[in-house]
Protein backbone atom coordinates (compact mmCIF):
# COMPACT_ATOMS: atom_id res chain seq x y z
CA UNK A 1 0.00 0.00 0.00
CA UNK A 2 1.74 3.46 -1.16
CA UNK A 3 1.97 6.12 1.68
CA UNK A 4 -0.88 8.12 0.29
CA UNK A 5 -3.21 4.99 0.19
CA UNK A 6 -2.69 4.68 3.35
CA UNK A 7 -3.33 8.22 4.78
CA UNK A 8 -6.71 8.01 2.44
CA UNK A 9 -7.84 4.55 4.33
CA UNK A 10 -7.36 6.16 7.78
CA UNK A 11 -10.16 8.83 7.02
CA UNK A 12 -12.21 5.91 5.96
CA UNK A 13 -11.76 3.88 8.91
CA UNK A 14 -9.51 5.72 11.25
CA UNK A 15 -7.01 3.17 13.35
CA UNK A 16 -4.37 3.20 15.52
CA UNK A 17 -2.23 5.96 16.12
CA UNK A 18 -2.51 7.51 12.03
CA UNK A 19 -6.27 7.42 12.58
CA UNK A 20 -5.99 9.52 16.06
CA UNK A 21 -3.91 11.80 13.91
CA UNK A 22 -6.33 11.92 11.37
CA UNK A 23 -8.82 12.73 13.76
CA UNK A 24 -7.18 15.51 14.98
CA UNK A 25 -6.90 16.67 11.30
CA UNK A 26 -9.93 16.88 11.04
CA UNK A 27 -10.85 18.65 14.23
CA UNK A 28 -8.49 21.29 13.74
CA UNK A 29 -8.68 22.10 10.25
CA UNK A 30 -10.25 25.32 9.83
CA UNK A 31 -12.18 24.20 6.69
CA UNK A 32 -13.41 20.68 7.62
CA UNK A 33 -14.66 22.62 11.21
CA UNK A 34 -16.56 25.39 8.42
CA UNK A 35 -18.03 22.46 6.45
CA UNK A 36 -19.44 20.52 9.59
CA UNK A 37 -20.92 24.16 11.01
CA UNK A 38 -22.70 25.31 8.11
CA UNK A 39 -23.96 21.62 7.45
CA UNK A 40 -25.52 21.68 10.52
CA UNK A 41 -26.73 24.93 9.58
CA UNK A 42 -28.64 23.92 6.77
CA UNK A 43 -30.48 20.83 8.49
CA UNK A 44 -32.63 23.40 10.26
CA UNK A 45 -32.81 21.54 13.57
CA UNK A 46 -35.01 22.36 16.35
CA UNK A 47 -34.86 22.23 19.82
CA UNK A 48 -36.64 18.77 20.28
CA UNK A 49 -35.14 17.53 17.66
CA UNK A 50 -33.80 13.59 17.34
CA UNK A 51 -30.72 13.68 15.07
CA UNK A 52 -28.77 11.14 13.79
CA UNK A 53 -25.22 11.39 12.72
CA UNK A 54 -23.54 8.54 10.33
CA UNK A 55 -19.88 8.90 10.28
CA UNK A 56 -19.04 11.41 13.10
CA UNK A 57 -15.27 11.38 13.28
CA UNK A 58 -14.21 13.25 16.09
CA UNK A 59 -17.44 14.57 16.75
CA UNK A 60 -17.81 18.53 15.43
CA UNK A 61 -20.90 18.34 14.08
CA UNK A 62 -22.56 16.43 17.14
CA UNK A 63 -21.39 19.15 19.32
CA UNK A 64 -23.62 21.67 17.15
CA UNK A 65 -26.54 19.26 16.77
CA UNK A 66 -26.43 19.01 20.40
CA UNK A 67 -26.44 22.93 21.05
CA UNK A 68 -29.17 22.95 18.68
CA UNK A 69 -31.55 20.35 20.22
CA UNK A 70 -31.38 21.12 23.68
CA UNK A 71 -34.17 19.00 24.25
CA UNK A 72 -33.53 16.64 22.20
CA UNK A 73 -31.39 13.84 21.63
CA UNK A 74 -28.20 13.25 19.02
CA UNK A 75 -27.33 9.67 18.41
CA UNK A 76 -24.27 8.82 16.34
CA UNK A 77 -22.49 6.14 14.81
CA UNK A 78 -19.07 5.63 13.45
CA UNK A 79 -17.33 2.22 12.48
CA UNK A 80 -14.16 3.31 13.85
CA UNK A 81 -13.39 2.62 17.47
CA UNK A 82 -10.49 5.17 17.17
CA UNK A 83 -12.84 8.01 16.32
CA UNK A 84 -15.66 6.58 19.04
CA UNK A 85 -12.63 7.68 21.61
CA UNK A 86 -12.38 11.37 20.17
CA UNK A 87 -16.14 12.16 19.53
CA UNK A 88 -16.62 10.72 23.12
CA UNK A 89 -14.09 12.73 25.08
CA UNK A 90 -15.10 15.94 23.13
CA UNK A 91 -19.11 15.23 23.73
CA UNK A 92 -18.71 13.98 27.04
CA UNK A 93 -20.84 16.78 28.62
CA UNK A 94 -23.51 16.10 26.36
CA UNK A 95 -23.54 12.40 26.68
CA UNK A 96 -23.40 13.01 30.62
CA UNK A 97 -26.60 14.92 30.23
CA UNK A 98 -28.38 12.14 28.36
CA UNK A 99 -28.77 14.12 25.20
CA UNK A 100 -26.31 11.97 23.03
CA UNK A 101 -25.58 8.69 22.50
CA UNK A 102 -22.49 7.31 20.37
CA UNK A 103 -21.92 3.28 18.80
CA UNK A 104 -19.20 2.12 16.97
CA UNK A 105 -20.55 0.13 14.07
CA UNK A 106 -22.03 1.07 11.16
CA UNK A 107 -26.15 1.62 9.42
CA UNK A 108 -26.82 -2.42 10.56
CA UNK A 109 -26.86 -0.44 14.16
CA UNK A 110 -30.10 1.47 13.49
CA UNK A 111 -32.24 -2.31 14.36
CA UNK A 112 -31.02 -2.09 17.57
CA UNK A 113 -31.06 2.19 17.98
CA UNK A 114 -34.73 1.76 16.60
CA UNK A 115 -37.60 4.65 16.85
CA UNK A 116 -37.26 7.68 13.99
CA UNK A 117 -34.68 10.49 13.45
CA UNK A 118 -36.30 14.17 12.64
CA UNK A 119 -32.93 15.30 11.08
CA UNK A 120 -30.25 12.61 9.49
CA UNK A 121 -26.82 13.90 8.33
CA UNK A 122 -23.60 13.24 7.00
CA UNK A 123 -20.49 15.07 6.22
CA UNK A 124 -17.40 13.36 4.19
CA UNK A 125 -18.89 9.58 4.32
CA UNK A 126 -20.90 9.07 1.23
CA UNK A 127 -17.87 8.79 -1.05
CA UNK A 128 -16.80 5.50 1.15
CA UNK A 129 -20.21 3.61 0.65
CA UNK A 130 -20.68 1.10 -2.05
CA UNK A 131 -24.45 1.21 -2.81
CA UNK A 132 -25.45 4.90 -1.84
CA UNK A 133 -28.69 4.92 -2.98
CA UNK A 134 -29.53 2.04 -0.59
CA UNK A 135 -28.08 3.55 2.30
CA UNK A 136 -30.08 6.56 1.64
CA UNK A 137 -33.50 4.11 1.39
CA UNK A 138 -32.84 3.00 4.50
CA UNK A 139 -31.78 6.09 6.00
CA UNK A 140 -34.88 7.28 4.79
CA UNK A 141 -37.29 4.66 5.95
CA UNK A 142 -36.02 6.03 9.61
CA UNK A 143 -36.65 9.69 8.76
CA UNK A 144 -39.72 11.13 10.40
CA UNK A 145 -42.71 12.71 7.86
CA UNK A 146 -41.19 16.58 7.52
CA UNK A 147 -37.78 15.20 8.51
CA UNK A 148 -34.43 16.39 6.56
CA UNK A 149 -31.51 14.93 5.43
CA UNK A 150 -27.95 16.18 4.73
CA UNK A 151 -24.71 14.75 3.38
CA UNK A 152 -21.93 17.11 2.55
CA UNK A 153 -19.15 16.27 0.37
CA UNK A 154 -15.90 18.48 -0.17
CA UNK A 155 -13.49 16.51 -2.39
CA UNK A 156 -9.89 16.09 -0.72
CA UNK A 157 -7.70 14.64 -3.54
CA UNK A 158 -4.81 16.04 -4.98
CA UNK A 159 -6.43 18.36 -7.67
CA UNK A 160 -9.95 18.33 -7.04
CA UNK A 161 -11.79 21.44 -7.99
CA UNK A 162 -15.62 22.94 -8.49
CA UNK A 163 -16.38 20.55 -10.61
CA UNK A 164 -15.39 17.91 -8.88
CA UNK A 165 -17.60 19.45 -6.04
CA UNK A 166 -20.65 19.51 -8.68
CA UNK A 167 -20.23 16.00 -9.97
CA UNK A 168 -20.83 14.67 -6.57
CA UNK A 169 -23.42 16.73 -5.62
CA UNK A 170 -25.47 15.52 -9.03
CA UNK A 171 -24.68 12.19 -8.17
CA UNK A 172 -25.84 12.52 -4.66
CA UNK A 173 -28.80 14.17 -5.72
CA UNK A 174 -29.31 11.01 -8.22
CA UNK A 175 -29.19 8.55 -5.33
CA UNK A 176 -31.25 10.12 -3.30
CA UNK A 177 -34.22 10.21 -6.05
CA UNK A 178 -33.41 6.77 -6.35
CA UNK A 179 -34.19 6.48 -2.61
CA UNK A 180 -37.58 8.38 -3.14
CA UNK A 181 -36.53 11.38 -2.04
CA UNK A 182 -38.51 13.80 -4.63
CA UNK A 183 -36.84 17.22 -4.68
CA UNK A 184 -32.91 17.20 -2.97
CA UNK A 185 -31.38 20.49 -3.74
CA UNK A 186 -27.82 21.35 -3.27
CA UNK A 187 -26.52 24.48 -1.61
CA UNK A 188 -22.96 25.12 -2.02
CA UNK A 189 -19.96 27.17 0.89
CA UNK A 190 -17.08 28.43 -0.84
CA UNK A 191 -14.05 27.14 0.77
CA UNK A 192 -10.56 27.15 -0.45
CA UNK A 193 -9.19 25.47 -2.39
CA UNK A 194 -12.62 23.57 -2.74
CA UNK A 195 -16.13 24.26 -2.32
CA UNK A 196 -18.24 22.33 -0.12
CA UNK A 197 -21.92 21.11 -1.06
CA UNK A 198 -24.13 20.04 0.96
CA UNK A 199 -27.25 17.96 -0.46
CA UNK A 200 -30.36 18.77 1.06
CA UNK A 201 -34.03 16.63 0.77
CA UNK A 202 -37.29 16.24 3.09
CA UNK A 203 -39.41 13.74 3.61
CA UNK A 204 -42.77 14.19 2.51
CA UNK A 205 -45.54 15.13 5.91
C1 LIG B 1 -13.61 11.58 6.35
S1 LIG B 1 -14.21 11.14 7.95
C2 LIG B 1 -15.38 12.48 8.24
C3 LIG B 1 -15.65 12.66 9.69
C4 LIG B 1 -16.66 13.77 10.04
N1 LIG B 1 -17.95 13.53 9.45
C5 LIG B 1 -16.13 15.12 9.61
O1 LIG B 1 -16.53 15.64 8.56
O2 LIG B 1 -15.29 15.66 10.35
C6 LIG B 1 -15.28 9.77 7.65
C7 LIG B 1 -15.78 9.13 8.93
O3 LIG B 1 -16.83 8.23 8.60
C8 LIG B 1 -16.62 6.98 9.22
N2 LIG B 1 -17.24 5.98 8.32
C9 LIG B 1 -16.94 5.74 7.03
N3 LIG B 1 -17.75 4.81 6.52
C10 LIG B 1 -18.61 4.47 7.51
C11 LIG B 1 -19.69 3.54 7.60
N4 LIG B 1 -20.05 2.80 6.54
N5 LIG B 1 -20.34 3.42 8.78
C12 LIG B 1 -19.97 4.17 9.86
N6 LIG B 1 -18.95 5.06 9.84
C13 LIG B 1 -18.29 5.20 8.67
C14 LIG B 1 -15.12 6.85 9.39
O4 LIG B 1 -14.77 6.00 10.43
C15 LIG B 1 -14.72 8.32 9.65
O5 LIG B 1 -14.75 8.62 11.02
Avoid: Y
Wanted: net charge positive; hydrophobic share 45%; charged share 20%.
Amino acid sequence: MSLRTHLVAQFKRPTGLPGRLAGWIMAGRPSNRLRNSWTIDQLGIRPGDRVLEIGFGPGLALAWAAKKAPNGKVIGLDHSPVMLAQATKRNRLAIAAGRMELHQGGLEMLDRIGGSFDRIVSANVVQFWDEPAAVFRALKARLAPGGRIATTFMPRHPGAGRADALAMAERIEGWMKEAGFAQPKTAWLDLEPVPAVCVLADNAL
